[in-house]
């Protein structure tokens, strides 16, 4: 009787081949894996997939991005830029008037 552990003359039949494959997907998933995570903690907090939150990093457009995105609604964007406006102003702090 022929088991699948045997093949016609007593050794190993053709499915040995699935081993190696499995675990090259193992590995090959786990290296993918890795990487992703790698990248993702290169970049830092604030940056989303379109880059960072504020390219120019002032806390205005930060907050013009939050209201953008609809993370806060009209009325406390306005509320939040007069108060950012009068700290920063809209040249930036020391910046030319």
Not at 5 to 24: E, M, N, S, T
Not at 31 to 54: S, V
Request: hydrophobic content about 35%; proline content about 8%; aromatic content about 8%.
């Amino acid at each position: 009787m022929q088991t699948p552990a045997h093949f016609g003359d007593g050794g190993p039949g053709p499915w040995i081949l699935l081993f190696p494959l499995v675990w090259a997907l193992v590995i090959g998933g786990g290296i993918a894996l890795l990487r992703r995570t790698a990248r993702r903690g290169r970049r830092g907090p604030g940056h989303g997939p379109g880059g960072p939150a504020g390219a120019d990093g002032s806390p205005i457009t930060v907050l013009g991005h939050r209201f953008a995105s609809g993370e806060i609604d009209e009325d406390e964007y306005w509320r939040r830029l007069s108060v950012l406006d009068e700290e920063f102003g809209r040249h930036g702090k020391g910046g030319a008037t």
